[in-house]
């Protein structure tokens, strides 16, 4: 295992920090194993927990707790063929109210051969007057599995503060072998985006579940694991083996309680396991 750290300021912006984590996972022995591990800036990670076993459940950290203007954080992780992790974080990122330049957080996400990843971070909060760009991008190649989501939550709508004077570039890329399976963005700049009919409904909260490996009966496992109600608008549908889950809420705890529902019923199905939800969850 490596280990590297520095606390340097970002090149090129005055005040933004440059932050980098690269991990890799490999299977040794009986579990997989954190082989690999480098760090730069305010990014980290927990020791590995194996409450599953062979299974390496992994805490993501950005110790300053949130971004602000001219942030650039990157994290690349890659799982080797026949190792099996479960990342997520402590608690949601938060981007900051900007006088200009964006806070960005760049994700690349690289499963091998008959591996398998579990991406189940926090949400994202976006301030009002926040200038983000997210991006995460997923390259697997044929035999992989993978189940992750992302939550955006544009506001404060539990303060009555919506996400009228900041702006938005989430952007969610899935790729095997090089062919991509889905290329997802959204901008939002504005009232008008947040309102219309053919955007986000006046819901400030955005949330996207994929899973590979779906067939029919996966796909009604999830319709079945979490119906829509008056506050949380649902949508699931299949292409090929892709599995897309789709939601729009008034709060962040409901959005993601119907994604970890969806996750729930359908990883006995996808990855051979019993639902196992990550212990930070409970604290």
């Known amino acids: 295992m490596q280990l590297a750290s520095s606390s340097l300021r970002s090149e090129g912006t005055q005040d933004g920090w440059a932050a980098h984590l690269a991990l890799r996972f490999a299977r040794r022995g009986p579990r997989t194993a954190l082989v690999h591990r480098r760090h730069q800036g305010p990014l980290k990670v927990q020791r590995p927990f194996y409450p599953e076993g062979d299974l390496c459940h992994l805490y993501l950290l950005h110790p300053p707790g949130g971004l602000v203007g001219g942030d650039r954080l990157r994290i690349e992780v890659e799982v080797e063929a026949g190792a099996a992790a479960m990342l997520t974080t402590p608690g949601a990122a938060k981007f900051y109210r900007s006088l200009g330049p964006s806070a960005e957080q760049h994700q690349v996400l690289r499963i091998s051969d008959r591996a398998s990843l579990e991406w189940l971070p926090q949400e994202n909060i976006l301030f009002p007057g926040a200038n983000a760009l997210l991006s995460t ?114 709060a962040t705890d409901q959005v993601r309680a119907k994604l970890t529902a969806i996750w729930a019923s359908i990883r006995p199905a996808l990855l051979g396991r019993p639902a196992t939800p990550p212990r930070i969850w409970a604290t």
Request: net charge negative; proline share 4%; aromatic share 4%.
């Open 137 to 250: 991008r997923i390259d697997l190649s044929a035999a992989a599995r993978f189940i992750g989501w992302e939550i955006s939550c544009l506001g404060l709508p539990a303060n009555g503060q919506r996400f009228e004077s900041g702006r938005a570039d989430l952007q969610l890329r899935i790729d095997r072998d090089g062919e991509p399976l889905l290329w997802d963005r959204l901008r939002v700049q504005g009232a008008d985006d947040l309102d219309g009919l053919s955007s986000l409904r006046g819901m400030p909260v955005v949330g996207t579940l994929i899973a590979t490996g779906a067939d029919e009966e996966t796909l009604q496992l999830a319709r079945a694991a979490a119906s829509p109600d008056d506050r949380t608008l649902l949508g699931i549908t299949r292409i090929d083996d892709l599995l897309v889950a789709r939601a729009l809420g008034q």
